[in-house]
C-alpha cells in the first residue's frame, strides 16, 4: 500500500508539473505574442510617422511659396512671382494627389483635432478654395474685357486687378495657418518619436 501511495504522489506530482509547465509555456507565449504584437505596431506607427514628416514638410515648404508669391503679387505683372506661384500651385496639387497614401494613415494614430481648431484650419482652407476660385472667376472677366477692346490701363480692369491682389493677401493669411498647423503636428509626432531615441 505505501508504494501504491507513492506511485500515486509520484504521478500527481509528475501531473501537477507538467500542468505548471503548460501554464508557464502559456503565458510565455502570450506574452511573447503581445511583444510582437507591439513591436508590429510600433514599427507600423513608425512608418507612417516617417511618412506624414515627409508629407508634411513638404507641404509646409511648398505653402510658404505659395505665400511668399501670394505677398509679392503686385499691380504690375512679374513673370518670377507668377512662375513660383505656379510652380507652388502645381506642387500642392501633386501633395494633394499622395495625402492618401503618405498622410491619411497618421490619423488612425494620433488625433489632431485640437491643432486643427486652434488654428481654424477647415475654415481656412474653405478660403483657399473660394479665392482661388473668385481670382480664376476675376481673369476671366478680365480676359473678356481684353477680348472686348479693354486695355490693362483701363479702370476695369484695375479693378478686377486691385480685388484680385487683395484675394490674393487674404489667401497668404489663410495659408498663415496652414502652415502654422502642419508645423505645429510636425513638432508633435517629432517630439513623440524622440521618446525612443533617448
Not at 69 to 97: G, H, M
Not at 129 to 148: P, S, V, Y
Not at 165 to 178: C, D, G, Q, T, V
Amino acid at each position: 500500500m505505501e508504494n501504491y501511495n507513492m506511485i500515486i504522489a509520484g504521478v500527481i506530482g509528475s501531473a501537477i508539473t507538467l500542468l505548471l509547465t503548460a501554464f508557464l509555456d502559456y503565458l510565455k507565449e502570450r506574452y511573447r505574442a503581445k511583444i510582437e504584437i507591439q513591436k508590429l505596431l510600433f514599427h507600423r506607427k513608425a512608418d507612417t510617422v516617417e511618412n506624414a514628416v515627409s508629407w508634411l514638410q513638404e507641404g509646409i515648404d511648398c505653402l510658404r511659396m505659395m505665400q511668399s508669391a501670394c505677398n509679392d503679387i503686385e499691380e504690375e505683372y512679374n513673370p518670377t512671382v507668377y512662375e513660383r506661384l505656379l510652380k507652388s500651385a502645381i506642387q500642392a496639387n501633386k501633395l494633394f494627389e499622395d495625402t492618401g497614401k503618405f498622410l491619411n494613415r497618421i490619423y488612425l494614430y494620433y488625433n489632431f483635432a485640437d491643432i486643427e481648431n486652434k488654428y481654424n484650419t477647415i475654415e481656412s482652407w474653405d478660403y483657399i478654395n473660394f479665392a482661388i476660385t473668385e481670382i480664376g472667376k476675376l481673369d476671366q472677366k478680365a480676359l473678356g474685357l481684353r477680348n472686348n477692346g479693354f486695355s490693362d490701363d483701363s479702370e476695369e480692369i484695375k479693378l478686377l486687378r486691385i480685388q484680385a491682389i487683395n484675394l490674393f493677401r487674404n489667401l497668404s493669411k489663410s495659408l498663415n495657418a496652414n502652415i502654422d498647423s502642419m508645423v505645429e503636428i510636425l513638432s508633435k509626432l517629432r517630439t513623440e518619436f524622440d521618446k525612443y531615441s533617448k
